[in-house]
């Protein structure tokens, strides 16, 4: 049974916004950074967005201003929130959980979502 299940993923025209859901299930730490990946054809994994236990948020460069990660503590819900969104955003989104500091620094221990596909069209 996966720890991380993700929704939301569709086909959307450039512009427009989409959000997306990752359910945590209780065998993931409540200690844990949460964070969002990214995987197009052709290019390398690319961590998008995270948030810590402390609501601390960080985001890559390419989404900065137009993508918001928050969470829901009492639901245990990952989200990300996807505006403006532009044809070189078109990938696979993952979400995932991992030890502090080491989310986006060592993303092989991490545990992992199943991914949903996001595919923008100009």
């Known amino acids: 049974e996966p720890q991380l299940v993700e929704s939301g993923g569709d086909s959307v025209q450039a512009g427009g916004s989409l959000r997306l859901s990752c359910a945590v299930s209780k065998y993931v730490a409540s200690d844990y950074q949460m964070g969002w990946f990214r995987q197009a054809p052709g290019n390398e994994r690319e961590g998008i967005a995270t948030i810590a236990p402390d609501g601390t948020t960080t985001y890559a460069n390419s989404v900065k201003g137009r993508f918001t990660i928050s969470k829901d503590n009492s639901k245990n819900i990952l989200y990300l929130q996807m505006n403006s969104l532009k044809p070189e955003d078109t990938a696979m989104y993952y979400c995932?959980?991992?030890?502090?500091?080491?989310?986006?620094?060592?993303?092989?221990?991490?545990?992992w979502g199943q991914g949903t596909q996001v595919t923008v069209s100009s």
């Open positions: 995932a959980a991992g030890l502090p500091g080491w989310l986006l620094e060592r993303p092989e221990t991490n545990t």
